[in-house]
């Protein structure tokens, strides 16, 4: 349950908030302009790591099914990883608010990445000890 309060809700807060100034200055076209520098894939690699963490100081008993979430957690995060680090790369070198093709598509991965995230957290957290 701390999991859920701490690295789910609370890694919410910078995106609402975003989402409110964006909208609060007019800029707010789509929920996807809140994320649109990257900020879930950060977020989804942070509360993916949390949980993971978690599960791997704890005494389970269930070792194939440990070690196949933590090896889907360690793919998921070297794919956010590359994302974000091309999203940003491209950042710097094109004109802002001008996303190239790449970046657009990228992007549209960005919820189901934080989806991905979020059940692989949910398996660390609900992974009976015995």
């Known amino acids: 349950m701390k999991w859920l309060f701490f690295s789910v809700l609370v890694s ?8 409110l100034i964006l909208r609060d200055h007019g800029l707010l ?13 950060l977020i989804s690699l942070i509360g993916t790591a ?9 005494k389970t008993t269930h070792y194939k099914r440990k070690m196949a979430i933590v090896g889907l957690a360690g793919i998921l995060g070297l794919v956010v990883t590359c994302w974000y680090v091309e999203l940003t790369s491209n950042a710097i070198l094109t004109v802002a608010g001008q996303p190239t093709t790449l970046q ?5 991965y960005a919820p189901w990445a934080y989806g991905c995230s979020l059940v692989l957290g949910l398996a660390c957290v609900m992974l009976p000890p015995h």
Do not use: Y
Request: proline share 3%; hydrophobic share 55%; aromatic share 6%.
């Open 50 to 58: 949390a949980a993971v963490g978690d599960l791997i100081t704890s």
């Open 12 to 19: 919410l807060v910078p995106l609402v908030l975003s989402g």
């Open 104 to 108: 657009a598509n990228i992007l549209a």
């Open 29 to 41: 076209k789509s929920m996807s302009d809140v994320w649109a520098r990257g900020e879930l894939f």
